[in-house]
Each structure stands twice: as C-alpha cells, then as structure tokens.
C-alpha cells in the first residue's frame, strides 16, 4: 500500500486493501473541497505533446476479477473516455463520449451504451442519431412507458401495460396486451398524417 499524505493526513492510497483482496485508488479529502479524477492525454513524449485526434482514449476504467491460478486476473468490464468531434487549439475545441463496455461469460468485451457528446444515448448502438436523446437497437421492456418527446420505432411496438404521450408515436405496428393507452393528438393507421382524432387508410374488420 502506498499512501500520499498532506498537513499530516492521508489524502490518498494505491494498491491492495483488505487484505489483498480489492486492488484499487482511495482518496480521502476533508473540508470543503471534494476529491476529484483527473486524466490527461496528448500524442507524442511527455517533453514534447502533440495533438490528440478523434476517437483517441482519453482515459479506461477497467475491472478484473480473480477466476484461479491458470488464468489470474481477467477482465469483465470497461468504461471509455473518447474525445470526439473536431479537435482545435480553443477553450472548447474537443467533444467527448463515454462507452460503457461488458463482457458475457465465456464471451469477449462489448460495448454496451454509449453517451455522445451531444448528449444522445446508444443502447446496442456505437453510433446513436444525432438529436435523439435515446436510440435503442434492441427490445425495450416495461410496465409502463411515458414519452414526453417522439418514438420512432422501425419494428413493432408491443405493450402490456401503459403508453402515454404527449408527442409522436412511430412503428411498423402497435400491439396493445393491457392497461390503458391514450394520445392527446391524432392516431393514423396507414398513413404518416392523420387528418382527424382516428384516421385509417385501408379496411376495418370486425
């Protein structure tokens, strides 16, 4: 264990705690000031810093656990730091994302979500829309569903429970198992623009 301290206190710790169960970073700060992270990442030396490009990783959380004597230590879970968009010499000239990756057992690491600069959230997705707050490739599920803003949904949307919105609701087809479902606007069936409250392009059976 190796410790850091200041005014004569520990401020803070690397190595093993627990008796040499849990590895990791202890920081204590006392005082109005909160501990912090920082990472800090240029291409080149150390004496000689060059730029940073698009998509370099700026800093990795990773996670291992212990599984035996062959293999010691492996890998189950990361978090990346990536800068993003336009590199430039300004206060504001680097973006940032952060992948969220895990791995399966007997799988390999994937990533898993991603939050992008702009501020959108890519579930199954490395690459979520620009503009859209939450992408998700893959099946949502839930008691309930509450949607403030539009759901574009380019498969089918089932529910067992509850939908309400307030905005537009998008899909190839609508399957309602229970609860209570309402729009405050149209509701078009086979067209993109409904003309009134229930608007059907097709034939009604019964």
Not at 62 to 70: Q, R
Not at 102 to 107: C, D, E, F
């Amino acid at each position: 264990l190796v410790s850091v301290s200041s005014g004569g206190s520990e401020i803070l710790q690397f190595g093993s705690m627990d008796g040499g169960v849990s590895q990791g970073i202890v920081f204590n700060q006392g005082g109005a000031v909160n501990p912090g992270w920082m990472s800090q990442r240029a291409r080149g030396t150390v004496l000689a810093p060059t730029v940073i490009t698009t998509g370099d990783d700026l800093m990795t959380m990773k996670a291992y656990g212990y599984v035996g004597v062959t293999n010691t230590y492996v890998q189950a879970a990361q978090i990346l730091f990536d800068s993003e968009g336009v590199i430039s010499d300004t206060a504001t000239g680097i973006g940032g994302a952060i992948s969220f990756q895990t791995r399966p057992s007997a799988g390999s690491l994937t990533e898993r979500m991603r939050i992008t600069g702009s501020g959108s959230v890519g579930i199954g997705t490395s690459s979520p829309d620009a503009g859209i707050a939450l992408e998700v490739v893959g099946t949502i599920s839930g008691a309930g569903l509450k949607l403030m803003n539009n759901l574009n949904v380019s498969g089918a949307i089932i529910s067992v429970g509850n939908i309400s919105t307030r905005a537009t609701l998008s899909g190839k087809t609508l399957t309602i198992m229970n609860g209570t479902s309402y729009a405050l606007g149209s509701f078009g069936i086979g067209t993109t623009t409904p003309k009134a409250k229930l608007d059907v392009v097709g034939t009604i059976s019964g």
